[in-house]
T-cell receptor, first 111, second 112 residues
Framework: QKEVEQDPGPLSVPEGAIVSLNCTYSNSAFQYFMWYRQYSRKGPELLMYTYSSGNKEDGRFTAQVDKSSKYISLFIRDSQPSDSATYLC???????????FGAGTQVVVTP | DAGVTQSPTHLIKTRGQQVTLRCSPKSGHDTVSWYQQALGQGPQFIFQ???????QRGNFPDRFSGHQFPNYSSELNVNALLLGDSALYLC???????????FGQGTRLTVV
């Protein structure tokens, strides 16, 4: 079993819809949680960075962490075709060190 | 701020050869990590450097080695290349004291 599980998709949504992404994990030591966006053949771009449980909002993006369920989510409101990319969740036990990634979910937003 | 820069962007090598990839961290960052990302997969941690020493290592063979220079830039060396080493190699920089990790655009290595 992988430490971080993420549905690879693809997830196809119409423009303007809410995109809902999630990851589950098995290592209870994870404390810091990130979401990265990766366009084809490019490096990952950090979207959200959260510590422990709770919600964090940044513009159209909302990240949620539920440590009791070992479950994290990313919501994208008012999705745009430019949001079409692969979204990677990542987590780490301390404030730095080895990032453990999910496999990434491919999102396609259709006009 | 130039962010994390990697060179070269693309590289084609023959099986058995050796390759060196380079990374300059984001300004102010002192820690560099290297990841391998196969097609359709998430990045896999290779190792991390801080104060010119390897601090953590993932599950990669000794053919993968690295170096960090006094200016915090880093190199990844891979010896005796295998076809399976074909991947996107990513460099990430961060602060030793904590905080977000920022990635470069990656070096796409093709082994033929």
């Amino acid at each position: 079993q992988k430490e971080v599980e993420q549905d690879p998709g693809p997830l196809s949504v119409p423009e303007g819809a809410i995109v809902s992404l999630n990851c589950t994990y098995s290592n209870s030591a994870f404390q810091y949680f990130m979401w990265y966006r990766q366009y084809s053949r490019k490096g990952p771009e950090l979207l959200m960075y959260t510590y422990s449980s709770g919600n964090k909002e940044d513009g159209r993006f909302t990240a949620q962490v539920d440590k009791s369920s070992k479950y994290i989510s990313l919501f994208i409101r008012d999705s745009q075709p430019s949001d079409s990319a692969t979204y990677l969740c990542a987590m780490v036990p301390g404030s730095w060190g080895k990032l453990q990634f999910g496999a990434g979910t491919q999102v396609v937003v259709t006009p | 701020d130039a962010g994390v820069t990697q060179s070269p962007t693309h590289l084609i090598k023959t099986r058995g050869q050796q390759v060196t990839l380079r990374c300059s961290p984001k300004s102010g960052h002192d820690t560099v990590s290297w990841y391998q990302q196969a097609l359709g997969q998430g990045p896999q941690f290779i190792f991390q450097y801080y104060e010119e020493e390897e601090r953590q290592r993932g599950n990669f063979p000794d053919r993968f080695s690295g170096h960090q220079f006094p200016n915090y830039s880093s190199e990844l060396n891979v010896n005796a290349l295998l076809l399976g080493d074909s991947a996107l190699y990513l460099c990430a920089s961060s602060l030793r004291t904590g905080g977000e990790a920022f990635f470069g655009q990656g070096t796409r290595l093709t082994v033929v």
